[in-house]
């Protein structure tokens, strides 16, 4: 059968999703606490591969087994197993056709900037600290240029194995509350690096840097190195992918804006 969850995980002490020979990936801890459950070898497939120190409050894996257990027995057998910076939150049985990575038709990822002269002991994993006074309507509105479909090589890493650069955000937008300057970002999938280049970019013009005109013409330069620095991953967070309705797949938790990670779930 095959079986679709929900994951959240802290990246911080992982060197990105994916099993790595030296250090360890975020796949190979679920796959050995799902082993353990499954008393059988499982493999996973995820629906984005995230980077060193990036999180995910929405990632979505399936895998196949024979195993026959309850969602329950799932979910709390492999959270057991599992370390703490790792959580199963949901379980579903679908169908064979379901794919976790080619049946998603959209991905939403949140970056944080902490924008305040003080840097912070809480959010030091989960923001990005710029002292510089920024601008988030600046920022928003020359983020609306980005919207459609373009050719995102500007906003690719220099390894990205993407076959195409071409990609279409459906949505996105700059917002303060208080301290914190969020981006939020949908589209139908992303290059590598793609949201912390396009941070960096935001961030220059932001800041007053770079000019509105500059924006518009790293993208279309086409060219990785006309663009900002790449904001570092530990504010980035991979909040939501989404399937058609027939597959049944949840909506990841919400935590709610008073958690005390707040903003960390859309």
């Given amino acids: 059968m095959r079986i679709a969850i929900g994951i959240e995980y802290d990246g911080t002490a992982y060197n990105g999703w994916q099993r790595q020979r030296n250090g360890a990936g975020v796949q190979e801890r679920l796959e050995e606490a799902l ?4 008393n059988e070898n499982v493999e996973v497939i995820c629906a984005g591969r995230t980077d060193a120190g990036v999180h995910a409050s929405g990632q979505v894996v399936h895998f196949d087994t024979t195993a ?15 370390p703490d910076d790792i ?3 949901w379980v579903q049985r679908v169908d064979d056709e379901f794919h976790a990575r080619f049946s998603a038709t959209a991905r939403s990822y949140r970056y944080r900037i902490l924008n ?18 920024l601008d988030h309507e600046r920022m928003h509105d020359v983020a609306q240029g980005l919207l459609g479909e373009h050719d995102f090589s500007a906003y690719r890493a220099a390894g990205c194995q993407a076959s195409t650069a071409v990609r279409e955000i459906t949505s996105i937008s700059v917002a303060r509350d208080g301290d914190l300057i969020v981006l939020d970002v949908t589209a139908n999938a992303f290059l590598q690096h793609m949201v ?5 970019t935001l961030v220059a013009v932001g800041s007053g840097e770079e000019t509105v005109e500059w924006a518009r013409e790293v993208l279309e330069s086409r060219n990785r190195t006309q663009g900002g620095v790449a904001a570092p991953p530990h504010g980035l967070m991979l909040v939501r992918v989404e399937y058609p309705d027939e597959f049944g797949i949840p909506a990841p938790l919400a935590l709610g804006r008073s958690a005390n990670l707040d903003m960390m779930h859309p």
């Fill in 35 to 38: 082993t353990e459950v499954a």
């Fill in 68 to 82: 026959d257990r309850n969602d329950h027995g799932w979910r709390l057998g492999a959270n057991s197993n599992l």
């Fill in 87 to 89: 959580n199963v939150n």
């Fill in 116 to 133: 305040r002269p003080v840097r912070s002991a809480l959010l030091r994993r989960r923001a990005w600290w710029v002292y510089q006074e």
């Fill in 196 to 200: 912390r280049n396009i941070m960096g």
